[in-house]
């Protein structure tokens, strides 16, 4: 059985794929655990509850060990109205987790894989018919649907009037049935789409059973700035994918959907629409399931009040070293492989391990298995680049379990364990910078998790680190690599390019990587980058100069008639009142006066059209640009580069 698709409706229904799309149903009781410190306090509550809902006491296993208490028979309302009634001294399990999930998990099954294999694999079977679909038009601005094309071994365009398209998209999803659809801004088309059906009578069989379930939109903060989650129908029976507002789909493809969805027991149409944390999140409850580890409502463990001087030793964050800012040749880059996930399992860290270190946590034991995958996959990836999607949804999966032990709400997180992460990855990083150094060489830079180094032999330090540390680790080699300066002469941080071994060029933390860079701006430095690319050494950089110079040149001169969605401004909103005028006021002021609401964690699109006075226009609207604006930015690429010419600050 290869579970498509599957929803928590009266019980748990999955859906198979096929062109008959059978489904299966499955009761399932909700049901959570109660602990109570002292249940003779809370007696007339306990027998309220067993005249209402089935009710048996039991013990059961959490991460801290074995707890007395009872299994309720009841759903989310009531767990939280038994929190009200005993002042919140209760310990609740299991108690707003996924009914498909659980089911799932109880009996080893999971999406997108065979009853039977491996979840911890990356080559796996996919028998889904896909089919791509791009609605014509402004997904902020247009309300009728007048044109879309459907992308397969050709391009097919149907237009007409609504009514038109709509009949005709409903006779291809009929006709084709697929089990996936892809489809740029779907969570903003597919609403409208479907109300405008039921208005002409036509049935547009996005869900298979006719029924959709709901997100809700959402602002959050994460890591320090502000995010938005846009509203979705999500159908059932169909994976339906916004591929231009998923995090999972742009980092994974379709293959790195259904692994995070393999992984985390929850349905593609979940998965595509939730960030990294929350796959984390799900991934180790869906593990704690399969366990028989029952899964805390609350995070109760809070941090314990500690001295100023106590939290300063121990709260301290990652190891950064400063380089010299300037032009090195042949330089190599060792990373540790998925650091903090490997401190994790390398150090046995879990909040109930703190203080029994002798004791397999539950952390160290549900990312061994992911852990290995990631280096399975990464090998899997340098031969085959298909594989590429998956490394990367592993790689954020791991990313952030590590800020996840943090997190205020961490299931099984705790802010002790983050400080000792962070505390074995600074002993680890100065550590293999010694071993570096006593072996010779010259360590020119060092980011956390990975150092940069001069000298040779290159593969005796690489085994010398492993086998002291005991952690992977992964290396690249640089022709030669530009550290670029901070306004003061140093040299930047994460600010850096170079030309590796294949001919390649990696570039961090410049304009063509900024995600708010206008798009012909970028342009403009990748193709000086490919310049500079042509450049086997630090020598042959500087006669590259005159090339470059011209591509500056021809870009500068073409602003007056570059397209305005290339010269577009990408920025994520934080707020939607400003106290000041700013160019972000201006843009969303401006999409307010197109009858465009925006949300805080947004992202908007706009034109500078007069930087001084600070007026900016929607990208559909711009009828003029601010050349000066362009032009600084235009000069800021070209410094960036131009700094590789010179070889120093």
Same mark, same amino acid.
């Not at 502000?226 to 994976?239: K, Q």
């Not at 106590?310 to 964050?317: E, F, I, N, P, V």
């Not at 330090?461 to 002291?468: A, H, S």
């Not at 042509?534 to 570059?562: F, S």
């Given at each position: ?7 928590p ?17 499955a ?8 602990h ?14 067993? /005249? ?18 009872? $299994? ?46 491996? /979840?911890?694999?990356?080559?796996f ?30 391009t ?23 089990? #996936? ?16 059906a ?15 379930? %709901? ?35 742009r ?18 149409n979940l ?40 939290? *300063? ?5 990652? &190891? ?39 004791? /397999?946590?539950?952390l160290?034991?549900a ?6 995958? $990631? ?56 550590? #293999? ?65 170079? /030309? ?5 060029? %990696? ?16 342009? &403009? ?18 006669? #590259? ?24 401004? *990408?920025?994520?909103?934080? $707020? ?6 700013? &160019?972000? #006021? ?15 964690g &947004? ?22 640009i ?24």
């Amino acid at each position: 059985m290869w579970i498509l698709d599957s929803s928590p409706r009266q019980g748990v229904t999955v859906w198979l794929p096929g062109g008959c799309a059978e489904r299966v149903h499955a009761a399932h009781a909700p049901a959570f655990y109660l602990h109570l410190p002292d249940p003779h306090l809370h007696r007339e509550m306990l027998d309220a509850l067993e /005249r209402r809902y089935p009710l048996e006491e039991c013990t059961f296993a959490t991460i801290f060990g074995r707890l007395e208490g009872y $299994r309720v028979g009841a759903g989310k309302w009531v767990a939280e109205a038994v929190e009200r009634q005993t002042g919140y001294t209760a310990e609740l399990y299991n108690v707003d987790i996924r009914a498909d999930q659980q089911w799932m998990a109880e009996r080893g099954l999971f999406p997108c894989g065979y009853t039977g294999e491996s /979840r911890f694999t990356a080559e796996f079977e996919a028998p889904l018919r896909v089919l791509e679909l791009i609605v014509d038009g402004n997904p902020d601005r247009d309300r009728m649907i007048s044109s879309l094309r459907i992308i397969g071994d050709r391009t097919e365009r149907y237009a007409g009037d609504e009514r038109t398209v709509l009949s005709d998209l409903a006779g291809i999803i009929g006709a084709y049935d697929p089990d #996936a659809v892809l489809c740029p801004h779907a969570d903003t088309w597919v609403p409208p789409m479907v109300r405008a059906a039921a208005k002409y009578g036509i049935d547009l069989p996005f869900s298979r059973s006719g029924r959709f379930g %709901r997100l809700a939109s959402r602002s959050y903060w994460s890591y320090g700035r502000m995010e938005h989650r846009s509203a979705a129908l999500l159908p059932e029976g169909r994976i339906l994918i916004d591929t231009e507002q998923s995090f999972t789909y742009r980092e994974g493809g379709l293959p790195g959907v259904l692994l995070a969805s393999r992984l985390t027991g929850l349905s593609p149409n979940l998965t595509s629409r939730f960030t990294p944390g929350t796959l984390i999140s799900a991934y180790e409850v869906y593990e704690a399931l399969t366990r028989g580890i029952a899964v805390p409502f609350r995070k109760r463990d809070a941090e314990r009040a500690r001295s100023i001087g106590a939290l *300063r030793a121990a709260d301290k964050g990652g &190891m950064i070293l400063q380089p010299d800012a300037g032009v090195y040749d042949a330089v190599y880059q060792l990373d540790f492989t998925s650091l903090y996930p490997a401190i994790i399992v390398r150090f046995n860290l879990s909040p109930e391990t703190l203080g029994a270190p002798g004791k /397999r946590g539950f952390l160290p034991d549900a990312l061994a298995p992911l852990l290995d995958l $990631r280096i399975r996959t990464k090998q899997m990836k340098k031969a085959d680049r298909g594989y590429a999607g998956r490394d990367a949804i592993l790689k954020w999966m791991l990313v952030t379990c590590f800020g996840y032990t943090g997190y205020r709400n961490a299931r099984f997180g705790q802010i002790e364990v983050h400080e000792q992460i962070t505390a074995h990855a600074r002993d680890i990083l100065v550590r #293999a910078k010694e071993i570096a150094e006593e072996a010779g060489f010259l360590v020119l830079h060092g980011i956390v998790d990975c150092l940069w180094v001069q000298g040779e032999p290159i593969p005796q330090l690489k085994e010398r680190i492993e086998e002291e540390i005991g952690i992977a680790t992964e290396l690249d080699v640089y022709d030669w690599i530009v550290f670029l300066p901070l306004a003061d002469g140093g040299g930047a941080y994460n600010r850096y390019f170079g /030309r590796l071994a294949d001919g390649s060029i %990696r570039v961090r933390g410049i304009l063509a990587r900024r995600r708010d860079t206008p798009e012909y701006v970028r342009a &403009m430095q990748r193709d000086l980058l490919a310049v500079l690319r042509t450049a086997p050494n630090r020598r042959l950089l500087a006669a #590259a100069e005159p090339r470059a110079r011209e591509i500056y040149e021809r870009y500068v001169a073409g602003l007056e008639t570059a397209d305005p969605a290339d010269l577009a401004v *990408r920025r994520r909103i934080s $707020r939607v009142n400003y106290a000041r005028g700013c &160019m972000e #006021a201006s843009a969303v002021e401006a999409f307010r006066q197109c009858g465009i609401d925006v949300a805080p964690g &947004m992202e908007i699109r706009y034109v500078v059209r007069d930087a001084g006075r600070r007026i900016a226009d929607p990208v559909w609207e711009a009828g003029g640009i601010d050349r000066r604006y362009y032009e600084k930015l235009l000069d800021k690429a070209w410094r960036e580069v131009a700094f590789a010419f010179r070889g120093k600050a």
